[in-house]
T-cell receptor, first 114, second 116 residues
């Protein structure tokens, strides 16, 4: 069975601080996909990134970066120089078997204080 | 290009009543998913369709829940004999398995159900 754990329930940072959101996953498959989604206060979930299990390269997109480590089954998300607009709930998710059932973690609520 | 739309956005009902939610996915998407989200929790998988075929249904889903996607386009989720524990946001998402496949789910704004 697939499982995603986000141990951090809520995080508060002051604007311009860096923040890392943790994600640990469990799966029996050798082929799987990991995602991060953002849910702003308005409520609609928005896709941020996908990684597949064969690609452990870290990725950077602007102020966002992702660190994927198969050895520790982790897929952590770092926001550099956080901004108030980053305030949202962030979900890590896992999909096995070709993007079929997608399992979400419980989310981390990030509050960026001006 | 319109996104995923859900109707109604809000539904208040009395315990024991039946409710139905509709989801219109992005038109070229062949996969459609239903999730349920309660306060402070992540989306919980309910079921998904590829075209009109329902390929997986959560074991957590009781027999009071049924979903259809009759022509492989829009989908409905019906909850019969609602209970207070059914109060949640019901999310619909769609995705495509053709072309450049990213696995991205496109979510609607959700249908919030309150059972009194």
């Amino acid at each position: 069975a697939q499982k995603v754990t986000q141990a951090q329930t809520e995080i508060s940072v002051v604007e311009k601080e860096d923040v890392t959101l943790d994600c640990v996953y469990e799966t029996r498959d050798t082929t799987y996909y990991l995602f991060w989604y953002k849910q702003p206060p308005s409520g609609e979930l928005v896709f941020l990134i996908r990684r597949n299990s064969f690609d452990e390269q870290n990725e950077i997109s602007g102020r966002y970066s992702w660190n994927f480590q198969k050895s520790t089954s982790s897929f952590n998300f770092t926001i550099t120089a956080s901004q108030v607009v980053d305030s949202a709930v962030y979900f890590c998710a896992l999909s096995e078997r070709g993007y079929q059932k997608v399992t979400f973690g419980t989310g981390t609520k990030l509050q960026v204080i001006p | 290009d319109t996104g995923v739309s859900q109707d109604p956005r809000h539904k208040i009902t009395k315990r024991g009543q039946n409710v139905t939610f509709r989801c219109d996915p992005i038109s070229e998407h062949n996969r459609l998913y239903w999730y349920r989200q309660t306060l402070g929790q992540g989306p919980e998988f309910l079921t998904y369709f590829q075209n009109e075929a329902q390929l997986e249904k959560s074991r957590l889903l009781s027999d009071r829940f049924s979903a259809e996607r009759p022509k492989g386009s829009f989908s409905t989720l019906e909850i019969q004999r609602t209970e207070q524990g059914d109060s949640a946001m019901y999310l619909c998402a769609s995705s495509s398995t053709s072309g450049v496949v990213t696995g991205e789910l496109f979510f609607g704004e959700g249908s919030r159900l309150t059972v009194l």
